[in-house]
């Protein structure tokens, strides 16, 4: 059966960090672009960053630049989004997609997405 299982959500206090995971079952998560995205309460969902296939290409939106490094381990067939000096704002359910268009911008990223993980709470307080 093919699966994505994401997970490493949690409450953090703003300043804070977490590393989130998108396992896969059922199929290689190499040979896939794999993303990243968030939806928080009232809003619509939004790419968080991608990896490419093959060559590794990352890309990130503009409000995590500089904060959230995703990372791919072959050998774990899985996908990990380290985010760090979380700030309130990136509240959210975080989901992880495979097959998605991985370009800069990220805008389309969720069009051909074939498989989505079922989602992961992150909380940040004050």
């Known amino acids: 059966e093919v699966q994505l299982q994401a997970s490493g959500g949690g409450l953090v206090q703003a300043g804070g960090s ?5 396992a896969a079952s059922g199929f290689t998560l190499d040979d896939y672009n794999i993303g990243w995205f968030r939806q928080a309460p009232g809003k619509q969902r939004e790419g968080v960053s991608c990896i490419s296939s093959g060559d590794k290409r990352r890309y990130y939106a ?20 380290q985010m760090n000096s979380l700030k309130l704002e990136d509240t959210a359910v975080y989901y992880c997609a495979s097959d998605v268009i991985c370009i800069p911008g990220l805008q389309v990223m969720g069009m051909a997405a074939e498989y989505w993980g079922q989602g992961t709470l992150v909380t940040v307080s004050s």
């Open 62 to 81: 503009d409000s995590v630049k500089g904060r959230f490094t995703i990372a791919s381990d072959n050998a774990e067939n899985t996908v990990y989004l």
């Open 18 to 22: 977490l590393r989130l995971s998108c």
